[in-house]
């Protein structure tokens, strides 16, 4: 079989993806398209029965084939985290069907968006349409696997504006169809849970109204009349048995899912869904086997230690809005920073003794001879130098957890996302960041590289009431910010997430954090609130104050009670909005690029 | 001829520089054929209807006079009857599966409206209520709404996490497959099972005037852990 032309022929109409060449395979099906390997599988003798029925040549039926197959990486449902979602939905609205009823849904819908996304478009539209029609043709015409399958051409051939011949009983179905949306399910996913739903009734309808009775037995049936024949039970592109490789079986899928997968999976289902059902999903892949991530980091205990006690860290809250932070990363506008710094020196001399680097001899001042003792040879030292660098400062999040917030463990938090993205986007510039958690009271996690241990302080709930503590605050910017530290010990956090009591761990030790940090200027400072805080003025006044030396950035979430007085306040402070939906999130990117940009833009022109 | 010259000519022998693009065309335009979607004109109706209607508010304080304010809130009571009104005058009641259906488009409905959760149960409810049809299925994709199954007297199988559910129950049977946080008050009768968390276990209060909960049976994953019809 000659792959190659055709193969190009689809890619080409799907603007060349990056996928491997197909390959030909022994299975009682017709095609598959492999989601672990990326690959496409065809059967030899499926094509050619195919070309003897319809009379269409190789070529034409590959197209067709790989079309469609094409569709499944480019279409629906492109990414584990669809396939995932789609395969909940259907588990969710025909729990009392069988599985294989459940998998012949879930498949034949996965099929009707590729193709009807293929149909619309001219450049595919002949393929798949001769390709749907020549499988017709190996499917008994009164099995209820050939009707449903000839409902769905008439439905494509209808929206592709092309006659198209069904029997009467069949056409209520066909306008049932009609009511079903299947463009852009992938970005929408509440159309995809109607379509499903809608898609999955009539699917039902049919076998119910079949005449010969065979009910939900009837897919079955025909699977295992497909064994027999080797072909007749295949859906068109001929997705065998379950022992042979189908595109969207989900258990095989799931079942080939590595952790990164499986992570990237969820952390794409989590960015449109809600916390309850994302839970849902986790609960039901948990029960179809799939080994999930854990979410607690390795070291880290149970609590947070606060300045008065200890906060519960629920790791699958701080992990399932960490997750969602990696889609909105923040840009961090550098600024020139007080830096002390060590250059080399080459300006003193010692002795040269045997075995030490005689690169570095001064033969001049021996005589040109090599004399142990006499000889002298160049001492390199490092001297200390203040210096001004131009670099991401450290950051002081602080974020408020009072009962008007939303607690991030019953729903995604706006607030927590954004602190995530903050944290994450200046940790990665190789600051440090210090967490300052306030409610009715307040709680500090010091400077520290550590990102899960401040992923955990900025997700922490309190649900108190809302004063900043400023006594912590100054202490935090100001010069005696070290003996935060006293009571925690930096790097090894193990021992602040409540391992080891915080009085055991001994007053005197050395702060292992880099000098820099204890300078001034060095720290942006950012605020999430909701903009209800009791003494809302005195912290305003003071990051004002603070404002030449620390960059004050306040993100204020929207809230229901209509807080304000921060929005006024913008001119020295920042302020921006987040929505709770996160739509704020990506326009302070294109802010903050914007403003790169334009300060660009005026060096140049000095 | 020097090498100066040369480039001289060149350049002012030919001042006007040939585009090297004039060789390509922009490209065509090309239409795209829209895909046919009918109108689910039963579903549909229900949807324009929950759109229409417009909650009864209650002055909280006048009623309980309460140390703190709490202002206006919707009046589940008085709502629920208007909906049961509205719902049969809009004609053939509904079926078990236009509820179900109608479920499931929830997320889709404009959520800004006032009271959008108590509204969406009390909806749910009333159409419940008013369909001739006796078992239904609710699918909770979105955020769950409030008082689902208003003074339910049917068999009610959710899908989904409940706040609350089966305020002032009579006759019937409520299945959730999920978790729930409170179970409805003033239930009189029939029974709720809880496939999943309840939170908040109701407790039989002796010697009080008006209980909250009079009558009924709760289960939480087969075990019953309320029974208001013992004495």
Not at chain 1, 197 to 217: A, H, R
Not at chain 1, 372 to 392: L, N, R
Not at chain 2, 127 to 142: A, M, P, Q, R
Request: hydrophobic share 35%; net charge negative; aromatic share 8%.
């Amino acid at each position: 079989m000659k792959l190659k032309a055709p193969w190009e022929q689809a890619k080409q109409k799907y603007h060349y993806p990056s996928l491997s060449d197909p390959e030909v395979g022994k299975f009682s099906g017709g095609a598959c398209f492999n989601f672990r390997t990326l690959k496409t599988l065809v059967d030899e003798e499926y094509i050619q029965r195919v070309c003897a029925n319809s009379g269409l040549s190789e070529e034409r039926v590959l197209d067709g084939v790989f079309t469609h197959e094409i569709g499944h990486y480019m279409v629906f449902p492109r990414t584990y985290g669809i396939l995932i979602l789609a395969a909940k939905m259907i588990n969710d609205f025909f729990k009392k069907e069988k599985e294989d009823l459940q998998n012949f849904i879930f498949q034949t819908y996965g099929d009707m968006v590729d193709d009807v996304d293929s149909v619309l478009k001219s450049s595919r539209c002949n393929s798949i349409l001769d390709i749907r029609t020549a499988a017709q043709k190996n499917y008994a015409d009164r099995d209820v696997n050939g009707k449903i399958r000839a409902v769905m051409l008439a439905y494509l051939k209808k929206q592709a504006r092309i006659d198209y011949e069904l029997e009467d009983e069949l056409k209520p179905f066909l306008e049932k169809m009609m009511e079903i949306d299947f463009r852009d399910v992938v970005k929408d996913h509440q159309k995809m849970r109607e379509g499903i739903f809608l898609w999955g009734n009539i699917i039902l309808s049919i076998i119910k109204e079949d005449k010969k009775g065979i009910g939900c037995q009837g897919v079955d049936r025909q699977e295992k009349e497909g064994e027999k024949s080797g072909e007749e039970s295949n859906s068109a592109d001929g997705k065998g048995n379950a022992a042979e490789p189908r595109d969207m079986d989900i258990k095989e899928v799931l079942k080939g899912m590595n952790s990164q997968q499986i992570k990237d999976a969820l952390r794409e289902i989590s960015l449109t869904v809600t916390k309850g059902e994302y839970e849902q999903v986790k609960k039901w892949l948990n029960e179809k086997g799939v080994e999930l991530p854990n979410p607690r980091p390795a070291g880290q205990g149970k609590g947070i230690g606060t300045s008065s006690g200890e906060l519960e860290v629920d790791w699958e809250t701080v992990r399932y809005h960490a997750e969602i932070s990696r889609a909105y990363p923040l840009i961090i506008v550098k600024k020139p920073i007080d830096t002390k710094k060590n250059i080399r020196s080459y300006t003193r001399v010692e002795k040269w003794r045997p075995g030490t680097d005689p690169s570095l001899m001064q033969l001049g001042n021996s005589g040109g001879m090599i004399l142990p003792g006499i000889t002298t040879k160049i001492k390199p030292i490092e001297i200390p130098i203040k210096s001004v660098d131009y670099k991401a400062p450290h950051l002081l999040l602080e974020i408020d957890s009072s009962g008007s917030m939303i607690n991030p463990k019953l729903k995604k938090s706006p607030a927590v996302v954004a602190g995530d993205c903050a944290a994450r986007s200046y940790h990665i510039n190789d600051s440090y960041v210090g967490v300052l958690n306030f409610s009715g009271d307040t709680f500090y996690l010091p400077y520290t590289r550590d990102l899960d241990a401040v992923f955990a302080a900025i997700t922490a709930f309190q649900g108190g009431g809302t004063t900043v503590d400023m006594e912590m605050l100054k202490k935090m910017l100001g010069k005696d910010r070290a003996e935060l530290y006293e009571k925690q010990v930096e790097r090894n956090i193990r021992h602040m997430l409540g391992e080891i009591p915080v009085k055991a761990v001994r007053k005197n030790i050395s702060v292992s954090v880099p000098e820099e940090i204890f300078t001034p200027g060095s720290i942006d400072v950012i605020m999430i609130t909701d903009g209800g805080i009791s003494n809302l003025g005195e912290t305003l006044d003071f990051l004002e104050e603070r404002s030449e030396v620390n960059r004050a950035t306040i993100f204020l979430v929207d809230n229901p009670f209509g807080f304000e007085g921060v929005g006024e306040r913008e001119g020295k402070i920042t302020v921006k909005k987040i929505g709770e939906d996160l739509s704020g999130l990506p326009g302070m990117v294109m802010g903050a690029v914007k403003r790169h940009f334009s300060n660009f833009a005026e060096e140049l022109m000095r | 001829m020097s090498r100066k010259k040369v480039l001289d000519e060149k350049t002012t022998s030919n001042p006007v520089r040939r585009n090297p693009f004039a060789g390509y065309k922009s490209e065509q335009e090309q239409q795209e054929r829209q895909l046919q979607v009918r109108e689910n004109v039963a579903i549909t109706k229900w949807i324009n209807l929950f759109n229409s209607l417009t909650p009864i508010e209650i002055n909280v304080d006048e009623v309980y006079s309460p140390i703190m304010s709490c202002g206006m809130d919707i009046d589940e009571k008085q709502t629920y009857q208007s909906f049961l009104v509205h719902i049969q005058y809009a004609g053939k009641a509904p079926s078990s599966k236009e509820i179900e259906e109608f479920s499931i488009m929830v997320p889709g409905l404009d959520q800004t409206k006032p009271y959008f959760k108590k509204m969406v149960g009390l909806y749910l409810s009333a159409l419940i209520e008013t369909s001739k049809d006796n078992e239904f299925v609710i699918h909770i994709t979105d955020e769950p709404p409030l008082h689902l199954c208003f003074r339910n007297r049917k068999e009610v199988t959710v899908y989904g996490d409940l706040w609350n559910v089966g305020i002032e129950m009579t006759t019937g049977r409520i299945i959730v497959t999920g978790n729930v946080e409170y179970i409805g008050e003033y239930i009189s009768g029939g029974e709720i099972h809880v496939n999943g968390t309840l939170n908040n276990v109701p407790k039989k209060e002796k010697n009080e005037e008006f209980p909250t909960y009079r009558g009924g049976k709760v289960y939480v994953n087969g075990e019953l852990v309320f029974d208001g019809d013992s004495k």
